[in-house]
């Protein structure tokens, strides 16, 4: 049996179904039909019955199927292993992110990338707010997901993987608790509170006024800019997904008009991404893995 024989028949095998393996495979359905009646006429019998309403195995099918599928993702894993240690692309990656909910998106991908890259292994990593360049620069991470903007000369943006929209996280008495939404201009005599070490180009991309200036307070972390919003301290620029994943009694979130986004995109030190990191950048760009 030829590999394109294997392939559309171990595919009709799980689809029991001549176009949506016709689909699967990006070939005409009349290919899959001729690729199994020619199968069919090496074997001397049926390898599957049909009906206008459905498709099954056969015996000689369902045996056919048991022993050689096994044997061709053995051949397939071979194959991937080989083709891995020639590109460089075994070996350990260590990989950073910021946020739990980029840690939502990037576990589907480090899943999908262990499957699709045999002898490789990924790690990951939460990096403080406080300390978003660090891990890189102190090469405990080959990649990192970051919120943007990073503007630093040592290090390279590559694509955004999430993007959601900021919110202003007030104290549940706040005076402006009960908006549906605020506005720049509500927020002229606030005290915005940020995590310390953050750059102040950062600071600024997220501010949702320019002028005049805000008082600006600077915290150890981010769970202490929390407290201290909830505490009555200030007010905050957080993701929209704080509430569900960071709750705190007394803290509410409320859309900003024209407000600012964060971004979070792939970062890693300039003219240093190993052959295992770019395989990863390439299949996080091409979302494999994600919902």
């Known amino acids: 049996m030829e590999r394109q024989d294997i392939e559309v028949f171990l595919a009709l095998a799980q689809e029991l179904h001549f176009a949506r393996t016709a689909e699967r495979l990006r070939v005409a359905p009349a290919s899959v039909s001729q690729t199994i009646k020619k199968l069919e006429r090496r074997f001397g019998a049926q390898l599957f019955t049909r009906s206008t309403r459905r498709v099954e195995l056969t015996p000689l099918g369902r045996q056919l199927l048991d022993e050689l599928g096994p044997a061709y993702a053995q051949v397939q894993t071979a194959i991937a292993r080989a083709m891995a240690t020639g590109h460089g692309t075994t070996g350990e990656l260590h990989l950073g992110y910021m946020s739990a909910a980029v840690a939502r998106r990037i576990l589907p991908l480090v899943d999908a990338f262990h499957a699709t890259t045999p002898g490789c292994r990924v790690t990951i990593r939460e990096t ?54 605020v506005t720049p201009e509500d927020l002229t005599r606030e005290t915005f509170l940020f995590a310390q070490n953050l750059p102040d ?67 890693w030190r300039t003219g240093g991404l190993t052959a295992l990191a770019s395989a990863f950048l390439h299949h996080a760009a091409n979302g494999r893995g994600s919902s």
């Open 128 to 181: 403080a707010l406080d300390d978003l360049h660090g891990p890189l620069r102190r090469t405990e991470v080959d990649l990192s997901i970051l919120p943007l903007p990073v503007a630093e000369p040592d290090l390279t943006v590559g694509p955004v993987l999430l993007s959601e929209a900021a919110l202003l996280a007030v104290p549940t008495d706040h005076r402006l608790a009960r908006r549906d939404q």
């Open 201 to 267: 180009y950062w600071i600024e991309h997220h501010l949702p006024l320019a002028r005049p200036t805000p008082t600006i307070t600077r915290l150890p972390g981010f769970q202490e800019m929390l407290a201290y919003v909830a505490s009555g301290h200030g007010v905050a620029i957080v993701g929209a997904q704080t509430e569900h994943l960071y709750p705190r009694p007394g803290l509410t979130c409320l859309p900003i008009a024209d407000g600012p986004t964060f971004d979070y995109a792939v970062v």
